[in-house]
C-alpha cells in the first residue's frame, strides 16, 4: 500500500472539514447522553429549548417564575429546558489493505474518516477511533491517522479475514460508525452483530472505487488480493465480467439487508467525484448524515 | 482465375492466427481487493494450459479477414472479359499404335480442355484426323460434346502416316489468339504454332509382322513373329481353326528379333485365325487367315487364234482363267477381226484386229499414260499395224505408232475390249514383255469387272473393288466379328475399305457372296512402342491468353482499405485489451 502524499493527505483534511461545515453525521432521532454539549439530552437542563412545566419549589430561582402560567392557574410554575449534552461517538477504521489499495478510495476512506472526526468535534462529541482489522482493534489516536501507520498495524494471520466488530469496545448509546468497504467474504448478520447497538444508532460508511464495480478485465488475468496475498488465474470476457458484476451487486444487496433489518444507516461513498458529492449522493438521503439547520 | 496463384500462400497465415489466438495470452497481472468474489467464475490452475479454448474475439475475426483480403489482393483475381473468344484446334492422332494410349490421352485431355476452356469466355472447338483424308471429327462449342464425340469417332486404327498437312491446317485455323493441340503417343517435332500433348509410354510388344501363304496352294503357311522389346520375350500362339482352338505352342525371341512360324492350314477348315497370347498391343496378335480363291473368268478363244502360241502361253500362266466352247458362256473373248468389222461391245475381249499394212517405226512408238501401259517399255515393238480410219467415239489409244493406234481400248459400261492394231504374225510383240504385261493387265482388268466369288487375304483398312450385277440388290459389306452390316454404293465396281481390326468379312449382293476376305493388321511401323512417351503442353500460353481475355479485379482499392481498416481495428482492440 502505497503512502498518501502529505499533501494528499492535507487535501483529505481539508475535502472533510469544507463537507462538515456542510453536512454532519446523523444525529437527529436518537436522544443522546453525556456532557454538556450541543444536542438535546434526555433529561432537563440550560438550553434554550423548552422542556416542561413544574411547581415553582423553594430555593428555585425566582427569575423562573412563569408568571403567565401564574396569571392563568394562580399557580407559582416554572419551566423547565431541555439539556443539551455531547454525544458519545464510537467511530471505527477499516485498516484493511482493500481500504487503500486504489488511491482514490484511500483518499476518500481517509476524507471520511476525517469528515466523521470533524462532525463529532463540531458537537463536541466524545469520540473514540479504533482501526480494526481482522480480529485485531487498535485505538488510534488522531495525530496517528496516517496511511503508512495504518497498515503497520494489521497482524499476518489476520490479512484476508472479515473484521471481528465484536472485539470493537463498544460504549454504549453512542453513535457507532464503521468506514469499511465490506470487500470480505462472510455472512453481512454475523459481521454486523458485533455493531449494531441497542440504543444509539449505528452508521456505515463504505467508500468504493470504479475499478472494483465496473472493472475493465479482458483476457488473461492474474489477480493478485492485496490482502492476504491470494493468485487467481482467470480467462476474463464478457460473460465472465457480467458473472463478476452480479455477484458485486449481489454482494451489497446482502449488506444493505441486513443493515436493514438491523436500522443501520448503509451509505456506500464512491471515490470519484468531490468528496461533498459523493457523500450527498447516497448518505444523505440514506439517512447516515444530514444537513446542518 | 488467378494473375498471381502464389499469391494464395498467404492463407498459410491463418492457422498461424488461429494458433496464436490458442495459446495462452501471458497472464496480466493485477491487484484486486474483490478477490472473494470471483470465485463465482471457473478458475484455470496456476500451471495453466498452453493451448486454450478458442475465444470469439474481435481481433482474431479481424485478422482472419486481413489475412483472407491480402490473398486475394495476392493473387490478383482476374475476369474474363465478356466478349473474349479463342478457337481451339485438336488434332488427333489416328495411327494404330495411339489405340494403346487412346483412353490415357482422353483423360489427359479431359482437365487440359477445362483449363484451356477457362481463359475465354467463348470457345470454339474443333476436332480434326491427324490423316487429314479423314476430316474432321468435332466441330462447335461444346466442350463435353467434343469429348462425348472423341470417346465416339476417334478411333485410331490407322497406318502410319504424315500428320504435317492436319498440323498445319490446324495452326491456320487456330491463328495467333487460339490454340493447336496434337495429341499423339509419340514425343516429336510439331510446326510452330502447335502444342503437343503426349500420353504414351514405352511398351513391349510382340506381333505377327506377316504371313504369306504358300502359293502351291497346299494351306502351307509362314508367318513371321517379331519382338519390339529390349528385353527377351516368350508367348504362346496357337491357329484356330473355325473357331477352335489348336494346340499351343511357344515361341521365345531375342529382343529386337523376329522368327518364323510354319504351319499348314487343314484341309477341313474354312476361317483359320493365328493367335498369339494378348499384350499391349492386340492388333498384331491375331491374324486372321483364309484360303485364297481368285475369281475364275470364263475364256472363249476364236478359232482363227487357237493355235497362236503366244495366247496360250498367255492362257497358262494368267491362271484361274476356264478355257470355255461356246463365245455366250464366256466373260472374256480373244479374238480377231478386221479393220472394218470390229466386233460389238456386248463382251469384253482382246481383239487382234488384221489388215497390216506398214511397219510402225519404233521411234515413234509413243504410251499414252494409262494402267495398262504404265511402267512398260514398247521401244522395241516391231510389228505391222492396221490402219484404222477412224476411232470409236468410245475408244481410247494407249500405245501409239506415230499417228497410228497400236493398242487401244474400248470400255462400253461394263464391257472392255484391248484392240490390238497389229497381226501377232509379223510382229515380234509375243517376245515383248510389255505386250504380254498389258495383256495380263487387261485380262485382270476383266476380271475385277467381272462377277464373281473370290476369297483374299487383304489387310486392315484396304482399298478394295468388288465388281456387282446391275439391276441386282444391294450390296452389303458384314463383319464377322461384329455382325454388323453396311451398305455399299457403286456399280459396276463398288470401293470398300477393309475393316480397320482384324476380322473376316464378306461383301453379298442379292445373297450371293462376291468377296469372302480377312484383313490382318500389316502396319509393323505401328507395332513398335518402344519410343512412346508422354508430354503435356506448356501452361504459360493458356495463362498467356487467359489474362489477354481477362480484365483485372476492380475492387482492389476497396478490398486495400478494408484490410488497412481491419488490421487498424485489430491493432487497437488488442492495445485496448492490453491496457
Known sequence: MRPLSPTRLRDAKRHARAAAEQIRLAFDGPTWRGRSGVLAGTAAGSSIEYHDHRPFLLGDDPRDLDWRAYARTGQYTRKTYREEVSPRIDLALDLSASMYADEGKALRTLELFHFCVEAGLRVRAALCCYGVSGSQVEMLSLDRVQVGEFAATVAENDRGRAPDLGQVPWRAHTLRVWISDLLFAGEAGGVLAGFAPRSGRAIVLAPHARAESEPDWSGSMEFIDVEGGGRQLRQIDERALARYRAAYTRHFELWSVACRRRSIALARVSSEGEFVDALCAEALPGGAVELWT | ?579
Open chain 2, 1 to 579: 482465375m488467378l494473375g498471381n496463384p502464389a499469391g494464395l500462400w498467404a492463407l498459410l497465415a491463418a492457422p498461424l492466427i488461429v494458433l496464436l489466438h490458442l495459446l495462452r495470452q501471458r497472464p496480466r497481472p493485477l491487484e484486486v481487493s474483490t478477490l472473494f468474489l470471483l470465485d463465482a467464475l471457473r478458475p484455470e490452475g496456476r500451471g495453466g494450459r498452453v493451448i486454450q479454448r478458442l475465444r470469439n474475439t474481435a481481433p482474431l475475426w479481424l485478422q482472419l479477414f486481413a489475412v483472407a483480403l491480402t490473398t486475394v489482393l495476392l493473387a490478383e483475381p482476374r475476369f474474363l472479359v465478356e466478349s473474349s473468344a479463342q478457337r481451339v484446334v485438336l488434332v488427333l492422332d489416328s495411327s494404330a499404335s495411339m489405340s494403346v494410349f487412346r483412353d490415357a490421352a482422353l483423360a489427359r485431355l479431359g482437365p487440359r480442355l477445362a483449363a484451356i476452356e477457362r481463359s475465354a469466355a467463348h470457345t470454339e472447338w474443333i476436332a480434326l484426323d491427324s490423316d487429314i483424308d479423314r476430316g474432321q471429327l468435332y466441330g462447335g462449342s461444346q466442350r463435353r460434346a467434343l469429348l462425348e464425340a472423341l470417346q465416339t469417332a476417334w478411333r485410331p486404327l490407322g497406318a502410319t502416316h504424315d500428320a504435317e498437312p492436319a498440323l498445319r491446317l490446324a495452326a491456320g485455323l487456330a491463328g495467333a489468339t487460339g490454340l493447336a493441340l496434337f495429341v499423339t503417343d509419340h514425343v516429336r517435332e510439331v510446326p510452330a504454332g502447335v502444342a503437343l500433348l503426349s500420353a504414351g509410354e514405352p511398351r513391349d510388344n510382340v506381333g505377327f509382322a506377316g504371313v504369306v501363304l504358300d502359293a502351291d496352294g497346299a494351306g502351307g503357311f509362314a508367318a513371321r513373329v517379331r519382338s519390339y522389346a529390349d528385353t527377351a520375350q516368350s508367348r504362346a500362339f496357337w491357329l484356330e481353326v473355325d473357331g477352335e482352338r489348336g494346340t499351343e505352342r511357344r515361341i521365345d525371341l531375342a529382343p529386337g528379333t523376329a522368327q518364323l512360324v510354319r504351319g499348314v492350314l487343314p484341309e477341313a477348315g474354312r476361317s483359320f485365325v493365328l493367335r498369339l497370347a494378348p499384350d499391349a498391343f492386340p492388333l498384331d496378335d491375331t491374324a486372321p487367315l483364309l484360303r485364297p480363291e481368285r475369281k475364275r473368268l470364263g475364256v472363249f478363244v476364236a478359232p482363227e487364234l487357237r493355235d497362236r502360241d503366244l495366247l496360250e502361253r498367255l492362257i497358262g500362266a494368267l491362271g484361274d482363267l476356264d478355257v470355255v466352247a461356246e463365245r455366250a458362256g464366256a466373260d472374256l473373248a480373244i479374238e480377231a477381226a478386221s479393220v472394218s468389222a470390229l466386233p460389238a461391245a456386248d463382251l469384253s475381249a482382246i481383239v487382234f484386229v488384221s489388215g497390216a499394212r506398214a511397219a510402225a517405226e519404233s521411234r515413234d512408238l509413243v504410251a499414252v499414260p494409262d494402267s495398262l501401259a504404265d511402267g512398260l517399255t514398247w521401244d522395241a515393238l516391231l510389228c505391222r499395224h492396221a490402219e484404222r480410219p477412224e476411232l470409236a467415239p468410245d475408244e481410247r489409244v494407249v500405245l501409239w505408232g506415230g499417228r497410228l493406234p497400236l493398242i487401244s481400248l474400248r470400255e462400253s459400261g461394263d464391257v472392255q475390249q484391248l484392240l490390238v492394231n497389229f497381226d501377232l504374225r509379223s510382229c515380234n510383240a509375243g517376245r515383248l514383255p510389255a505386250f504380254v504385261v498389258a495383256l495380263a493387265r487387261f485380262v485382270e482388268a476383266v476380271r475385277d469387272r467381272t462377277v464373281g466369288y473370290e476369297a483374299r487375304n487383304v489387310e486392315v483398312g484396304q482399298l478394295l473393288r468388288t465388281a456387282t450385277r446391275a439391276g441386282a440388290g444391294d450390296t452389303w459389306l458384314r463383319t464377322s466379328s461384329t455382325g454388323a452390316a453396311r451398305a455399299l454404293a457403286g456399280h459396276p465396281l463398288v470401293e470398300l475399305r477393309a475393316p480397320d481390326e482384324p476380322d473376316f468379312f464378306e461383301v453379298t449382293q442379292d445373297d450371293q457372296v462376291l468377296l469372302r476376305a480377312a484383313a490382318r493388321f500389316a502396319e509393323v511401323r505401328e507395332a513398335d512402342l518402344r519410343g512412346a512417351g508422354a508430354i503435356d503442353p506448356p501452361e504459360d500460353r493458356t495463362r498467356e491468353r487467359a489474362l489477354r481475355n481477362s480484365r483485372g479485379d476492380p475492387f482492389r482499392p476497396l478490398w486495400i482499405g478494408l484490410l488497412l481498416a481491419a488490421l487498424l481495428a485489430s491493432w487497437w482492440l488488442l492495445g485496448r485489451a492490453r491496457t
